[in-house]
């Protein structure tokens, strides 16, 4: 049976959303890596397996390439506060041993590859500026404030279930949990050990009950 014209365009749409999978994936872990300045399209196209004029067609610079692979991260992070945060189950209780299960499983996944990798967003932030690269800075700082939020939802449903004093500053201190993880992340690669995650995170019962 021939091949229709509708039939043709779908494949040509279905393999486009393909490559562009496969663009931010690689683009997302190469920034991971290797950062910003050392990030580029080219290298970006032999990692994904498709010609560099792929990158441009779905990329027309490396600033929207890099928004996209933050994108990515982000909805993968949240994706993963959502099941192993969230979750209100008696079986993830008290509070203090959730958040502090939640931390653990991040830095077992650092181990993975020698603490060498911290946060994207963390290592964006170190080594990028508003002024260079705008829609970066931007999407960098979204994805952090989103970070903010989960925690804030999580304590106040940690509040109201009499887990946590209902007068915790909760913005406040969901705030300084994110610094705080985030700060020890760049210590951690510095230093290429878990220490720095490890005493972070032994803090959290101080931090909640501050």
Same mark, same amino acid.
């Given at each position: 049976?021939?091949?229709?014209?509708?039939?043709?365009?779908?494949?040509?749409?279905?393999?486009?959303?393909?490559?562009?999978?496969?663009?931010?994936?690689?683009?997302?872990?190469?920034?991971?890596?290797?950062?910003?300045?050392?990030?580029?399209?080219?290298?970006?196209?032999?990692?994904?397996?498709?010609?560099?004029?792929?990158?441009?067609?779905?990329?027309?610079?490396?600033?929207?390439?890099?928004?996209?692979?933050?994108?990515?991260?982000?909805?993968?992070?949240?994706?993963?506060?959502?099941?192993?945060?969230?979750?209100?189950?008696?079986?993830?209780?008290?509070?203090?041993?959730?958040?502090?299960?939640?931390?653990?499983?991040?830095?077992?996944?650092?181990?993975?590859?020698?603490?060498?990798?911290?946060?994207?967003?963390?290592?964006?932030?170190?080594?990028?500026?508003?002024?260079?690269?705008?829609?970066?800075?931007?999407?960098?700082?979204?994805?952090?404030?989103?970070?903010? $939020?989960? @925690?804030? &939802?999580? %304590?106040?449903?940690?509040?109201?279930?009499?887990?946590? =004093?209902?007068? !915790?500053?909760? $913005?406040? @201190?969901? &705030?300084? %949990?994110?610094?705080?993880?985030?700060?020890?992340?760049? =210590?951690?690669? !510095?230093?290429?050990?878990?220490?720095?995650?490890?005493?972070?995170?032994?803090?959290?019962?101080?931090?909640? =009950?501050?």
């Amino acid at each position: 049976m021939d091949e229709t014209d509708d039939d043709a365009g779908l494949r040509t749409r279905a393999n486009g959303k393909l490559t562009k999978r496969r663009l931010v994936e690689a683009c997302l872990e190469h920034v991971w890596d290797r950062g910003y300045g050392a990030t580029s399209m080219a290298l970006v196209a032999e990692a994904a397996g498709t010609p560099k004029g792929s990158v441009f067609y779905h990329f027309p610079t490396k600033e929207t390439m890099i928004v996209a692979a933050v994108a990515e991260y982000v909805e993968q992070a949240t994706a993963r506060r959502k099941r192993d945060l969230l979750p209100d189950a008696p079986s993830h209780r008290p509070t203090v041993t959730r958040l502090k299960r939640y931390f653990h499983k991040r830095m077992e996944a650092r181990r993975a590859t020698n603490f060498r990798r911290g946060c994207l967003l963390g290592n964006l932030a170190a080594e990028i500026n508003d002024e260079a690269v705008p829609a970066i800075a931007k999407a960098v700082q979204q994805g952090l404030q989103s970070f903010e $939020e989960d @925690v804030a &939802s999580f %304590l106040t449903a940690a509040c109201h279930e009499g887990e946590v =004093r209902s007068d !915790l500053h909760v $913005e406040e @201190v969901s &705030s300084t %949990l994110v610094n705080g993880w985030e700060g020890a992340l760049l =210590r951690m690669k !510095l230093s290429g050990s878990p220490k720095p995650l490890e005493s972070f995170i032994a803090t959290v019962p101080i931090i909640i =009950r501050r």
